[in-house]
T-cell receptor, first 114, second 110 residues
Framework: DGGITQSPKYLFRKEGQNVTLSCEQN?????MYWYRQDPGQGLRLIYY???????QKGDIAEGYSVSREKKESFPLTVTSAQKNPTAFYLC?????????????FGEGSWLTVV | EDQVTQSPEALRLQEGESSSLNCSYT??????LFWYRQDPGKGPEFLFT???AGEEKEKERLKATLTKKESFLHITAPKPEDSATYLC???????????FGKGTTLSVSS
């Protein structure tokens, strides 16, 4: 079945460590996104990529990094510079240009700093 | 600044009690207004996209409508399985990403 796979579902990080969240899609979508969700805050955009080897910062990119070496993959690294990383992270994909197109989400990854 | 505001934050209904959720948006030249359903601990599930004032879309007990400044998600005769958080989003001015509201958490009791 086509879809978006995020892994791991649950991840624990010690302070000062970098962690990488995986996102893979087999929908043949060019555009991919990372959002962060905190209780009562809704979804906030971290990074997005419209095409391979290109990506742009969203509203809360500080402390995060991404790469887009393959069309299917858009991993997110949460660096030690991110001061409050505990959150629910959502990856999404779409055909570029939202007019007329739908953005689909993965099942999310929970990151907890211990 | 582009902004999406949803109300109410939480809504409790009895089974069969119809109601509406509101979403106000600010992006001029709307490039799409999106509704999603999110169950606890899950990713959002796409419901509807609306593009022009007057447009309506339906799915089972849900109907989404759009005016020039806001969108409504009407829930007719809800059932307990309709309990979820409903998210509204609009495309940003460049049409490259979605801006989300904080959501309305709906609880339907039998």
């Amino acid at each position: 079945d086509g879809g978006i796979t995020q892994s791991p579902k649950y991840l624990f990080r010690k302070e000062g460590q970098n962690v990488t969240l995986s996102c893979e899609q087999n929908l043949n979508h060019d555009a991919m996104y990372w959002y962060r969700q905190d209780p009562g805050q809704g979804l906030r955009l971290i990074y997005y990529s419209q095409i391979v080897n290109d990506f742009q910062k969203g509203d809360i990119a500080e402390g995060y990094s991404v790469s887009r070496e393959k069309k299917e993959s858009f991993p997110l690294t949460v660096t030690s510079a991110q001061k409050n990383p505990t959150a629910f992270y959502l990856c999404a994909s779409s055909i570029p240009g939202l007019s007329g197109n739908t953005i689909y989400f993965g099942e999310g990854s929970w990151l907890t700093v211990v | 600044e582009d902004q999406v505001t949803q109300s109410p934050e939480a809504l409790r209904l009895q089974e069969g009690e119809s109601s509406s959720l509101n979403c106000s948006y600010t992006v001029s030249g709307l490039r799409g207004l999106f509704w999603y359903r999110q169950d606890p601990g899950k990713g959002p599930e796409f419901l509807f996209t609306l593009y022009s004032a007057g447009e309506e879309k339906e799915k089972e007990r849900l109907k989404a409508t759009l005016t020039k400044k806001e969108s409504f998600l009407h829930i007719t005769a809800p059932k307990p399985e309709d309990s979820a958080t409903y998210l509204c989003a609009e495309a940003n001015q460049a049409g490259t990403a979605l801006i989300f509201g904080k959501g309305t958490t709906l609880s339907v009791s039998s």
